[in-house]
């Protein structure tokens, strides 16, 4: 049966997905982490390669074989020309593997660009945002453990703002609300910022003596990205009680989303002219998919960010993601497939 691979590789899990010309999802399988960047390139392989097997697991339950036609892999942090080549190595030494079950028909990737005949490569957003609108078309805003805006319109100007990680941007995501609230909390100790509950809510939390102690959890104890993301839920819940100072964090969090938002329809909806005025691109009907953790907080943040946006852009659809990333990773791979 001729199929094809999605794969969605993220810092947290690896998803395959492998789908039928038809559009049906023969098989679904996870792994662990595939950022090579964090994890290093034969650890990437490894999860990429487990997830595989156990979609392709599930899929041969009902079919003698499988035969792959093209494959997308939409990976965290993979931009450059140097990731794209280390990433077409690990797609060639997947072929090789006698830990897949499965009739290869790809090629050989040795192109200089991300697409070889059938294998697209490219970074999880576009995935996401095919997955969320079900088109390679409009804009997607990422708020998680990171933060990214990308979109695309039909004459394939693409825009991708934020993404550039926890130490030089991901405003928006729950690690900037989470390191937001930890600040506040200092500074509220030390006397030199507003009053707020967060002082206590973190000691209650981490069973601290002092908020002093927030520097054994953050410095000695080396708490990763993930694990200080976690506590935007407390600047959340701190938020939902009314207390103001967090409530400016997450109204500022709001402004940054809404702000790489606006970015991108400014770059894809506009044309941007000599005289520095703009004109519209005519007709594009657009959809914003709002994906990751921070949409669902209980503070409202999806809310607020949607009343903002569809203040100025009364037309425009905010939306659920409509499917997986692993999902709009094999529709392109499909794409692909169906126009060689």
């Given at each position: 049966?001729?199929c ?9 899990k690896?998803v395959c997905?492998?789908m039928?010309?038809?559009k ?5 399988g996870?792994s662990?982490?595939a950022?090579?960047?964090?994890i290093g390139?034969?650890a990437?392989?490894?999860?990429i390669?487990l997830a595989?097997r156990?979609?392709?697991?599930e899929?041969?339950?009902t ?5 792959i036609?093209?494959i997308c892999?939409g ?6 020309p ?5 990433v077409?190595?690990i797609?060639s ?7 897949l079950?499965?009739?290869?028909e790809l090629g050989?990737?040795t ?6 005949n059938n294998?697209?490569?490219c ?7 095919v997955?969320?609108?079900g088109d390679?078309?409009?804009i997607?805003?990422a ?9 695309r319109n039909?004459q394939?100007?693409?825009?991708r703002v934020?993404g550039?990680?926890y130490i030089?941007g991901?405003e ?5 609300i ?5 600040k ?10 507003k009053l707020t509950?967060l ?10 003596e002092?908020?002093?102690?927030l ?7 080396g708490l990763?990205?993930k694990?200080?993301?976690?506590f ?11 207390d ?12 940054e989303?809404?702000k790489?938002t606006f ?6 909806l ?9 004109q ?7 959809e ?7 949409w669902?907080?209980?503070?409202k943040?999806?809310e607020?960010?949607i ?10 659809k905010?939306?659920s ?17 169906l126009?060689?």
């Amino acid at each position: 049966m001729y199929c094809v691979l999605g794969i969605d590789g993220g810092g947290t899990k690896t998803v395959c997905v492998v789908m039928n010309t038809k559009k049906e999802i023969l098989g679904r399988g996870e792994s662990g982490a595939a950022n090579y960047q964090t994890i290093g390139i034969d650890a990437a392989f490894k999860s990429i390669e487990l997830a595989i097997r156990n979609a392709v697991i599930e899929a041969l339950k009902t079919k003698e074989s499988l035969e792959i036609q093209a494959i997308c892999l939409g990976l965290a942090g993979v931009s450059r020309p140097k990731d794209i080549e280390i990433v077409k190595k690990i797609v060639s030494d997947l072929q090789k593997s006698q830990n897949l079950p499965i009739i290869w028909e790809l090629g050989i990737t040795t192109q200089a660009h991300n697409q070889s005949n059938n294998i697209i490569i490219c970074h999880d957003a576009l995935i996401a945002l095919v997955g969320g609108t079900g088109d390679d078309i409009g804009i997607v805003v990422a708020a998680g453990t990171g933060a990214i805006a990308f979109g695309r319109n039909h004459q394939g100007i693409s825009k991708r703002v934020g993404g550039w990680g926890y130490i030089l941007g991901d405003e928006g995501s729950a690690y900037q609300i989470a390191i937001a609230g930890m600040k506040a909390a200092i500074q509220a100790d030390d006397g030199r910022g507003k009053l707020t509950s967060l002082v206590d809510i973190f000691k209650n939390h981490l069973q601290l003596e002092t908020i002093e102690d927030l520097i054994e959890f953050v410095y000695r104890r080396g708490l990763g990205v993930k694990e200080i993301a976690t506590f935007a839920t407390l600047v959340d819940s701190a938020a939902v009680d009314g207390d103001g100072v967090a409530n400016e964090i997450i109204d500022n969090a709001v402004g940054e989303l809404v702000k790489a938002t606006f970015t991108v329809i400014d770059a894809i909806l506009y044309h941007h002219l000599p005289n520095s005025s703009t004109q519209p691109i005519i007709n594009e009907d657009f959809e914003i998919v709002t994906t990751g953790s921070v949409w669902k907080a209980k503070s409202k943040i999806r809310e607020k960010f949607i009343q903002v946006i569809n203040q100025k852009y009364p037309d425009i659809k905010i939306i659920s993601p409509r499917f997986e990333p692993a999902y709009g990773a094999c529709l392109l791979a499909l794409k692909q497939y169906l126009q060689k």
